[in-house]
């Protein structure tokens, strides 16, 4: 299979990695140039794609790209997937700028972590019929090719938003990730975007949030033991990316930030109260669900 | 060595694990027999610390022991190092209840997240002069004697907090722990509280109401990716030893709480706002900590 993946960090480079080990061919590309060369010493094959391609015809189209090219599927020609493995705010972008010669392309998938703008993006730019939204739940604070590596997706869920969830380019999607040893899931997109709020933005938030209360008072990393190493692991993360997110599900996100406050609240006013009742019923209440068997989407 | 440890749950089991596989001689005691049973198994003595010894004097002593017991050190007798590895509000009613027993120990130690009250209450029942307060940095959501495990200190950061610093215990209390691969440290009481409230104290309470706010919007543990998982993971702490934690240092954990909602409200505002530039800056100052190698305590 041809694969092409567009942004090579810890997600797109560890796709990568893991088509390369499959025996696939996988044309890489990265704003980065040094990222881009140590992928290529891996085994991916180098993709330009910031000047147009170098023949074709005089006359440009519409987005300035040689209509010969474009009707072959330019840089993209005899590519099945091609994989967008960037930054919320950068995905939909990238759709605008090569939709034509994406149309051609059997698959097309993002990897973000909000959907509903970048799947809104493809049917906007013609790419209805073969774009999935993807968002692989393999993300943690690393970020670059250096923090990818094989079998990164190996047991995880990835949750799939077609475009069109009648179009062949869906069985297309479970089947790619189902070879990654992945749990690929069909997801409303919507319905996609107010869950992760709650699942993993509200934490990166709560991680970010208690990183800055412990830097204001003076304590280190160091000074944490593992509880605390956990609960902070996530400030790691990278700034760019999720500022990104939060802004692409402010809406969600605000709604679960408020409900978290309000539990903090209760627990500081049982704990000023001295209220030793409701304190334990309060741990013991997120310890039972911590051990329920709870269905992953409600 | 002779060492008695009561309560072998994740702490005190380790304790006895390690100490066992250097060759010293345990002795153990826990209210659940089960507990009991299991460390029997794997090699530790039991020690019946409910009933008064069998033999002795007819004249009870203050504390209702035999004389003759108290002397001798009564059911501690020929023990070097006594632990108390029991929930904080548990360890200063141990101390009352055996400290003529206790006093001829050479060294006393604890092992709870607090250590203002029962530092205080070892100088109070006469065992200023061999009680240090210990605390390795070793906890995590597990508890029970199977959660314990060799090594557990292995690296891991252990405060002592003796009641008299000046006393020969101090010293005995760091060789103990450099004996199990720790890194013990002094540090003063009210300080090692004041320090903890922040450091691991709100990261527990952090992560429980946020639990809890998954549990309230109908998501389960199973649809959280690994960033949620080690966010929630402390969720699954023991109820009870931590609601004795956050009332015996319910002061400063409420300051604490305070701070973390202030950085809370600035991260919501800005979302709310669609504030991208304060965002990014948030997230880069949460990485820049997260990245730095700021003293352990300050």
Chains 1, 2 share one sequence.
């Not at 189902?178 to 709560?206: C, Y």
């Amino acid at each position: 299979m041809n694969v092409v993946v567009i942004g090579l960090g810890l997600i797109g480079g560890s796709i990568a990695r893991d088509l390369a080990a499959l025996g696939h061919r996988v044309k890489g590309a990265d704003a980065d140039p040094s990222t881009l060369g140590a992928a290529q010493a891996d085994g991916v094959i180098a993709l330009d794609l910031a000047p147009p391609p170098a023949q074709g015809e005089a006359d440009s189209g519409p987005a300035g790209e040689p209509p010969g090219e474009r009707r072959s599927g330019g840089r993209f020609a005899g590519a099945e997937v091609v994989i967008l493995a960037v930054p919320v705010d950068r995905a939909p972008e990238l759709l605008r700028q090569h939709a034509s010669e994406l149309a051609a392309v059997p698959l097309v998938m993002d990897t973000g972590s909000t959907k509903g703008e970048v799947v809104r993006t493809a049917r906007e730019v013609g790419l209805g019929h073969n774009f999935v939204g993807a968002h692989p739940l393999a993300g943690d604070h690393r970020s670059g090719w250096t923090a990818g590596r094989r079998g990164l997706f190996a047991g995880e869920r990835v949750y799939l938003c077609p475009s069109d969830p009648g179009s062949s380019s869906a069985p297309l999607a479970l089947a790619f990730w189902d070879m990654l040893g992945a749990h690929p899931e069909m997801i409303d997109t919507d319905r996609h975007d107010a869950v992760l709020a709650w699942t993993s933005h509200l934490p990166q938030l709560t991680a970010t949030a208690l990183a800055l209360t412990l830097a204001e008072r003076g304590h280190g990393p160091g000074s944490l033991g593992r509880g605390g190493r956990d609960m902070t692991r996530l400030a790691g993360s990278d700034a760019a990316m999720w500022t990104g997110i939060a802004r692409a599900n402010a809406g969600e996100l605000g709604r679960a930030m408020r409900a978290l406050q309000a539990r903090l609240d209760a627990l500081r006013a049982a704990l000023e109260t001295d209220d030793g009742e409701t304190l334990l019923a309060i741990f013991e209440a997120a310890r039972e669900w911590y051990s329920s068997e709870t269905p992953t989407v409600d």
